[in-house]
């Protein structure tokens, strides 16, 4: 089946700037999003990009997709303490079920 | 954004007992619901699709007659876990498909529901 990877922990340090990757495997994707969840929460979406774009910019959110490597990242811009959460990128060829990755562990240090 | 609540957020039930969580779009209507089940430190594991006026489509591994969903509105759809035991413990999250203007789709989720069976 299609898969999703991520890095399961990242530590900065307030100020700095984050960046949490994630490669997938389905060549089909058509949507490919991020959403932070934080503790006993349910997922927010943060932002999302389609496939024909290599880069969204929405404040301090920044993606940047590399189709040709299935290579997906979120940089975060000035992290803050309130940016610490579990953030999940997760993937979908449309009209079809996402597809998650395990989940990357943010801790922000002040 | 759009929104998605859930209700209850957190129920405690006796083993044996029938729970019922109920996802709501609130500001849009959803033709497809979709419901998860997540581990502690764990992603989220689909258990099924719900669309609305018809049957749910349960992936493999999903009991169907322990998990009984029912869409029977476009804001509506009810996960209902019959005799519930101990091992159904778990954080259950809907989402709702969302269509925007581009026709991009995206999904929403609720809040959660924390089910704890003793």
């Known amino acids: 089946g299609e898969d999703v990877e991520q890095s399961l922990f990242l530590s900065v340090r307030e100020g700095d700037s984050s960046v949490i990757n994630c490669t997938y495997t389905d060549s089909s994707s058509t949507y490919l999003y991020w959403y932070k969840q934080e503790p006993g929460a349910g997922l927010q979406l943060l932002t999302y990009?389609?496939?024909?774009?290599d880069m969204k910019q929405d404040q301090r959110l920044t993606v940047l997709l590399n189709k040709k490597d299935k290579h997906l990242s979120l940089r975060i811009a000035d992290t803050q303490t309130g940016d610490s959460a579990i953030y999940f990128c997760?993937?979908?060829?449309?009209?079809?079920?996402?597809?998650f990755g395990k989940g990357t562990m943010l801790l922000v240090s002040p | 954004g759009a929104v998605v609540s859930q209700h209850p957020s957190r129920v405690i039930c006796k083993s044996g007992t029938s729970v019922k969580i109920e996802c709501r779009s609130l500001d849009f209507q959803a033709t497809t619901m979709f419901w998860y089940r997540q581990f502690p430190k764990q992603s989220l594991m689909l258990m099924a699709t719900?669309?609305?006026?018809?049957?749910?489509?349960?992936e493999q591994g999903v009991e169907k007659d322990k998990f009984l969903i029912n869409h029977a509105s476009l804001t509506l759809s009810t996960l209902t876990v019959t005799s519930a035991h101990p091992e159904d413990s778990s954080f259950y999250i809907c989402?709702?498909?969302?269509?925007?203007?581009?026709?991009?789709?995206?999904?929403?989720f609720g809040p959660g529901t924390r089910l704890l069976v003793l």
């Open positions: 989402s709702a498909r969302s269509w925007d203007r581009g026709g991009g789709e995206t999904q929403y």
């Open positions: 990009i389609f496939s024909n774009m």
């Open positions: 719900s669309n609305e006026g018809s049957k749910a489509t349960y």
């Open positions: 997760a993937e979908t060829s449309g009209y079809s079920t996402l597809t």
